[in-house]
């Protein structure tokens, strides 16, 4: 499978509705939307009343980023909010299975996001519980960073545990991801590309994303 879910946190926020109907015209099949809490992650960029005025305009899933610490307390109102896919950082979470449990109870898809130091190893017994992992590739925080090389051989690991343990999990990166990589990465087995700067900095972005399809 590959599918391309466009980070909106680089669009232009002051045209939010017109970007998100970009979207919605493009080939791209869902929408990421990164939520920073500036503990977590250095910066800090919005939360659910934004995200509801994202779902109202959206016509694809919402793929929502939690970059926040201890996001079990939120799982409810990000579903409230509009979330369809919601993935927690591994690095953030006490209990991650319970988190996991109650992001399906709520309805949504429920994943795991792996910062670049985080081993995919650690995924050994929860991955079976997962719809989908998300890889970093770059260190969450902001948009526009260079890749991280190393992505390629976790990708390859991802893979096989998946294999192994639940073929039906999506493989999903997020970081630097460009026309470039793209191809390498669906090689080493993702399944769905995040692309914030590639998507949105350039000059046609809906031929950037069947591009990176
Ligand atoms: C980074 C965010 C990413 C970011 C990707 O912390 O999780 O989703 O927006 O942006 P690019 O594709 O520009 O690296
Ligand atoms: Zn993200």
Known sequence: MHLVSPSLLSADFGNLQREIEMLNESACDWLHVDVMDGVFVPNISFGQPVVKHIKKHARKPLDVH???????????????????????????????DRTIHAIKDAGMKAGVVLNPHTP????????????????????PGFGGQKF?????????????????????CLIEIDGGVNVTNAPLLYEAGADVLVAGNAVFKSPDPKQTIIDLK
């Open 120 to 139: 995919v190893a650690l995924l050994e017994d929860i991955v079976q519980e997962c719809d989908l992992v998300l890889l970093m590739s770059v260190n």
């Open 66 to 96: 939690l970059m926040i610490v201890d996001p079990g307390r939120y799982v409810n109102g990000f579903r409230e909010a509009g979330a369809d896919i919601l993935t927690v950082h591994y690095e953030a979470c006490t209990h991650l």
């Open 148 to 168: 991280i090389e190393n992505t390629y051989a976790k990708v390859r690991q991802l893979r096989e545990l998946c294999d192994r343990k639940n073929p039906q």
